[in-house]
């Protein structure tokens, strides 16, 4: 039996900063009924590889949030763009209430290890901030959750989770997502592959972008149209400074 769903979008022109109405998009049950009362939540994951631009930008740390000082983490840039056109991703869904909440800001997730597990410190307004700006928060963040000084605010809240296997080593993956969050787009490890240019076989440094989508949410037309966004972002970053 389908949950009954509203969607509440902040940033409106509502005094509170939200507004309701029904939602009308899902195609999907919210779950099923299973013995016991367990529900299935439809997680679906994307894959795209990815072929980051030549001129030395091929290194992972540059192309996620993992950058060193200096130098701007384009995935967290290219979400908080891609985002404009894909709202249903930057949302959180309250399963109890069956209310999904989409959001104008963009509080970015950073998947981080630390000694003790791992934490999600929260990039706050992505979108109105520069890729510098944003690049010298992640660096404080990561190093504020690896020192275990991270405050509690600094540790919720996400709208959508950036993840990254690419410096152990991982060429692809099925990220979780990090609920109440609808979407997580991971990025992995850059390699020489083989790729078709211009009928002939070359070496080209290659990445493969995994994403995983709450499908009660997100329906997969909608999810695939994001992944494409992020690709030529990724592979693309002069759009970032295209208005």
Known sequence: MASVIHVATTGSDAADGSASSPFRTINHAAGHALPGD?????EGVYREWVCPPRGGLSDVRRITYQAAP????????SIALAVRDFPQVNAR?????GVLTQHAEVHLGI???TDGGLMVPVLRDAQAHDLWANAAEVVRLAEAARSG????????GSTITLTSLGRLGGIM???VINHPEVAIVGVNRIALRPMIRNGAVVARPMMNLSSSFDHRVVDGAVAAAFVQALRELLEQPALLFVE
């Open 70 to 77: 200096g130098e701007h983490p384009r995935a967290g840039d």
């Open 93 to 97: 869904f309250d399963d109890e209430a």
């Open 149 to 156: 000084k991270a405050v509690r605010d600094e540790l919720s």
């Open 38 to 42: 367990t529900v299935v939540v439809h």
């Open 173 to 175: 993956s099925t990220p």
């Open 111 to 113: 998947a981080t290890q």
